[in-house]
């Protein structure tokens, strides 16, 4: 496991390394805007699976993805002007917006819908650049548990289930909030968790 001090190399070192742990087919520990992140490449069924094994997590409940900007969301998801309207109102910010999918090549849910994430963190903003194309977006915690705001909870929590190559980048203590999840999908948008981010139409 590569551990990763986000303070002492920079962004864009901790940007680089995160990105071959994804393209590694790895798990990423990663910060975001409101809690610390579980990543991995949203195309890799396997690296996919091992998240949920992770956290213990229910394989009919969608994982969230980070996209780079709303072009990468048309190019994955159904959207529309609202849709768009609403995307360029509210992000980059702490919100997971609910989407149809229409490109399978996304392995985080069997439901044919995905939450999408675009934080306002330079970090995930860099790693998403580089990358291009979506990772796994979902707090490192088990399911169903408050969120952890600190490596040191993370890696009490998962350590023996990190391995070699996965990376954990630390960039001290985070909120213990989560973003604010929002149903697109629906004929009219519905606040499915209140976190950090407060929505209006």
């Known amino acids: ?97 609910i989407l149809k999918l229409k490109d399978t090549r996304i392995k985080t849910s069997d439901t044919g819908k995905v939450g999408v994430r675009i934080p306002q963190y330079e970090l995930v903003s860099r790693i998403s650049a580089i990358f291009e194309r979506p990772y796994v977006a979902t707090s490192a915690n088990i399911s169903h548990t408050p969120p952890l705001t600190t490596i040191s909870e993370i890696l009490d929590t998962f350590g023996k289930g990190l391995g070699l190559g996965d990376s954990v980048i630390d960039a001290g203590t985070l909120l213990d909030l989560p973003s604010t999840v929002v149903d697109l999908t629906t004929p009219k948008p519905q606040i499915l968790r209140k976190g950090v981010g407060i929505f209006t139409e």
């Not at 002492?8 to 742990?21: L, P, S």
């Open 1 to 97: 496991m590569e551990s990763i001090n986000l303070a002492k190399v920079g962004v864009e070192q901790a940007a680089t390394q995160a990105v071959a742990a994804l393209r590694g087919g790895r798990l990423l520990i990663y910060p975001t805007d409101t809690v610390y992140g579980i990543g991995a490449d949203a195309e890799n069924e396997a690296a996919v699976n091992r998240i949920r094994t992770l956290k213990g997590r229910d394989p009919l409940i969608p994982l969230s993805v980070v996209m780079r900007d709303f072009a990468m969301v048309a190019q994955y998801c159904e959207v529309t002007p609202v849709i768009q309207a609403l995307f360029e109102k509210h992000l980059p910010g702490a919100f997971t917006f």
